[in-house]
Every structure is written in C-alpha cells, then in structure tokens.
C-alpha cells in the first residue's frame, strides 16, 4: 500500500477533506519537521497562516518513550498526573528533563522562526498536521499546548495512522481526520512511495514561502521601510530605473541583477528581496537597460554593458547618505549572474559577496578568474545543462565559491516551496558575508 507519492502529494489529498474549515479563523500548525511539508499545501488550499508547533515530549528519565508531560511554545506545560504518580518522580528529575527540552525547543524556534513570534492561537481553530501518527505521543502533546495556548477548537488531521488514532484522541482533539488505516499498520513511512527526511533547511524556506505566498502577515514588530521608493539611477548617457528598500537599521545593500526578458518588477526577483529586507538588508532592483536598449536583442546578451550598468549603480549607492556605509553584494538571475560576476570582478568595484540563481556563470567567460567575493551558485537538480556551467564556473572561480542545489527544482524555481529555498539559502549566504563587514 503506497497511497502517497510524498508529503507533497499526502498534503493536497489531505487538503480536500479539510475544506470545511476555509474562512474560518483558523491557523495550520506542522510539527517539525516531516508535518510541515504536508501542512505547508493545507495552508495554501486553506489560505490560512502557517506556522509550527513547536513541542516537546517530557519523558521519565529511565522510559523515555513514556511521557510525562510536554512543554511549548510560550513556556506552556502540562502533565499527566497519572504518570508523575506512577514513575513516583520527583520534582528535581522532572525538572532536569524540563530544562533540557526547553533549551532544544528554543534551539528549534529560533532556527524555524529566527526572530518572529509564534501565531497566536488564542480564540482561534487550531489545526495540527503531521505526516502520520507513530506512537501518538506527539501528537498529543501538540493537541494539549495548543489547547493550552487558548485555542477555542483543536482539530487533528494526519494522511495515514492505526485504525484507533479517532478513539485515541477523543479526549485531546474536538475532531480527527485521517486519510488511511491500513491494517496491519507498521509505520507512518509504509504509506509513501517516498519518504526522505525533511531537512531544517526545507522546513524555514516552507514558513517563508507560507508568509509571502498565501496571506501570512509579517510580524507585528516589523519596523517599516526607512525609504522604499522608486529611483532613476545615471548609468553613464542614460539614467536606468529602479526600486530602493532600505529597512531600519540596515546590514548591507544587495542589488539585483534580472535575467532576459525580465525588469525590475520580477515577481521571483522581488519575493527574494522582500525575504532579505525581512532579515534587514537593503536592496535595490533596477532594469539593468532602458526601453529604447531593450528594442535591440543583442543589449540583452551584452554581458560588458550589463555588468558596467551593476557597477554604476554601486557607485551611486556609494555617494547616497544611507548606503555609503553598507557592505554590498550581488544577486543575479540567469544572464544576469553573468553579468553580477562580470561586475564582481571588476578592479574599481568593492562586493562582499555574490549569489546567483539559476544563473549564466559562464557568460562572464575570463573574469571569472578575476572574481574576488565570495560566491553561492544555487541551481536547481533537474537543471542539468545549467548545474554542469555551473560546476565549471565553481572551479574557474578563486576565491570561495559554493554550488547548491535545490532538489526538484527546475530553472524557473516554479515549484512548489524552491523558490523560498533559494530565498533562505541568499539570505544565510549575505548573513554570513556581508552582515559583519564595514566598507
């Protein structure tokens, strides 16, 4: 029996019998990390936020598949008094076991959400997915933080568990839905054709894809743009148009670099940017030629008048009061990584650090060897032509330089959840390159 293709699949089959619950206030809880691919599609069918359940088991020191309580977000605990009693604990071993299941809870929360803030769940429908129920004890866990943390209505829903998972949770879930019951049931993984592990990586760039894609505020905190306004930038005889964000309290300033037949208004261009403005990073995007320019074909290929367009707009941001000070990087897109590296190797231009997406490394034929910031290449797996340019521009390329690739993913990132990948793989690689620096 392998009703499943994958989580991607178990969550839009899982979609269609929770579609009572649309317009209501609900909020999607994955528990990490398998549950989150499978909530990330009832999310969308749903159009309601996503968050995780962050939860965690608190077992008796000598059993610890028996739990004895949770603890969640929030600092939110309960206990089963039965089983306190009955492993006769005492309040420095349940304490132990507390404080070293808090610390990973933090450790998970802040690797999943970075700063933002949980959900609230207060008076809302609390609707927990998981990719399938082994034990149970999870699963349960997370139904009674979730009521804990005042949820009016709990609701559980799983794609494949044993036959008695509804009558196992009628005292933690006002309602139980499950797709598959197979008789004898082995595993939650007997259910998938495949069933890799989800990874930390694919569980943040879900959340992030969930809170630009489908209806997920920013959070409250979020101090709005210093400036975010369009700018016309001179570029040699001409002036180029473009889009200027820079947040309170900026790290550095990332300019964008689109591929052919693109702008400055680049739906994926600008869903990258929002997630670096996010993590306080300046950007700007900008059409890299004028109207009249784009009439001829050839401007669009011309990798020297391109790339001389990145440095003039670096040395614009050079001469403004709120960028002087901010490191920059590059993020180019298919030609316009070509043109990125081409302008990263330029002797007159200081970068920090370069990405490119789905890019033309080696449209920068020779000035390859000339690039002096440190380099991500992110490609998608079914790429192949692009993966193997790639690889070769990584060993042209002599200072630090990485290759990812994103699994599934063809050249466009269309599907579902690689785009935010990308996005989240950017934002580490600027983190790490250019958060610290100073011009």
């Known amino acids: 029996m392998r009703r ?3 989580r991607t699949d178990a969550g839009r089959q899982l979609a269609s019998r929770v579609g009572h619950l649309r317009g209501q206030d609900v909020v999607v809880l994955g528990l990490p990390r398998g549950g ?8 969308k069918a749903l159009r309601a936020p996503l968050d995780v359940l962050m939860v965690r ?3 008796v020191p000598y059993h610890r598949e028996l739990a004895f309580g949770a603890v969640g977000d929030g600092g939110v605990r309960v206990y089963s008094d039965t089983v306190v009693r009955e492993a006769r604990l005492t309040h420095q071993e349940m304490a132990a076991v507390e404080a070293q299941e808090l610390a990973e809870l933090r450790r998970r929360s802040e690797r999943f959400r970075g700063a933002r803030q949980p959900i609230p769940l207060l008076g809302r429908i609390a609707l927990i997915v998981d990719d399938g129920i082994a034990t149970g004890a999870t699963a349960k866990a997370a139904c009674q933080v979730a009521r804990a943390e005042g949820a009016s209505r709990v609701v559980l829903a799983v794609p494949i568990a044993a036959a008695e998972t509804a009558q196992q949770f009628a005292q933690y879930a006002d309602e139980v839905v499950c797709l598959e019951t197979p008789a004898p049931y082995l595993a939650v993984g ?6 890799a592990q989800t990874s930390d990586d694919e569980v943040v760039a879900l959340l992030e894809s969930a809170r630009n894609d489908f209806g997920v505020p920013a959070a409250d905190t979020d101090d709005p743009p210093l400036r975010d306004e369009e700018i016309w930038v001179p ?3 001409v002036s180029v148009a473009g889009h200027l964000t820079i947040p309170e309290h900026p790290k550095g300033v990332v300019v964008f670099a689109h591929g052919s037949g693109s702008s400055r208004h680049s739906p994926r261009n600008r869903f990258v940017a929002e997630v670096l403005n996010n993590a306080g990073f300046a950007t700007v995007l900008f059409d890299l030629l004028t109207p009249e320019e784009e009439r001829n074909r050839a401007n669009v290929f011309d990798i020297a008048l391109l790339a001389g367009r990145l440095v003039d707009v670096t040395g614009w941001l050079a001469g403004q009061p709120d960028t002087a000070a901010l490191p920059v990087g590059y993020f180019g897109a298919s030609t316009g990584a070509g043109a990125a590296l081409a302008a990263a190797a330029h002797p007159g231009v200081k970068v920090a650090a370069v990405v490119s997406r789905g890019g033309r490394p080696d449209l920068a034929g020779d000035a390859l060897r000339y690039v002096h ?3 991500l290449l992110i ?3 079914r790429d192949e032509m692009v993966l193997a340019l790639n690889r070769q521009a990584q060993a042209a390329i002599p200072v630090e330089c990485e290759v990812a690739v994103v699994p599934g993913a063809t050249h466009l990132f269309e599907e579902t959840g690689t785009l935010a990948q990308v996005a989240v793989l950017a934002r580490e690689w600027f983190i790490d390159h250019l958060a610290h620096l100073e011009r």
Not at 36 to 43: D, G, M, R, S, T
Not at 190 to 195: D, K, L, S, V
Request: cysteine-free.
């Open 57 to 59: 088991k608190l077992g």
């Open 190 to 195: 007997q259910g998938y054709r495949h069933f």
């Open 235 to 237: 570029a040699g005889s």
């Open 36 to 43: 989150v691919p499978v909530a990330f599609e009832v999310a």
């Open 373 to 375: 910031a440190p380099t």
């Open 4 to 6: 499943f293709i994958d």
């Open 379 to 381: 490609v998608g797996g």
